[in-house]
């Protein structure tokens, strides 16, 4: 019992953090995550630039948001959750 509430706590903070559940079983998951962009760096370097730094900002948002992998997180038998990265993720709709 005390594996499967550790597992459940380790997904949620990934969830909370913007991760997606791919798949879940009794002592593993699957969750997919997404590179976040730092808005409000970015958001100060366009005012300090008077906008010149927009274009750039635009673009690396579009390429960030793009960007996935996956993780696995596995409960052992003593209730310690490690995650691995598993590399990049598919695109949603591609299979």
Do not use: K, N
């Not at 903070?13 to 409000?40: F, K, P, Y």
């Not at 900002?57 to 310690?80: K, N, P, T």
């Amino acid at each position: 019992m005390e594996r499967a509430a550790a597992l459940r706590r380790a997904v949620q903070d990934h969830v909370a953090a913007g991760a997606v559940v791919q798949h879940a079983s009794a002592h593993q998951a699957v969750l997919t995550c997404r590179e976040a962009t730092a808005h409000r760096r970015h958001a100060l370097a366009a005012v300090c630039t008077l906008g010149a730094w927009l274009p750039f900002w635009a673009a690396l948002s579009i390429a960030r948001s793009r960007r996935r992998h996956s993780v696995q997180l596995v409960v052992d038998a003593c209730g310690v959750v490690t995650s691995r990265t598993l590399g990049p993720a598919p695109r949603p709709g591609s299979r």
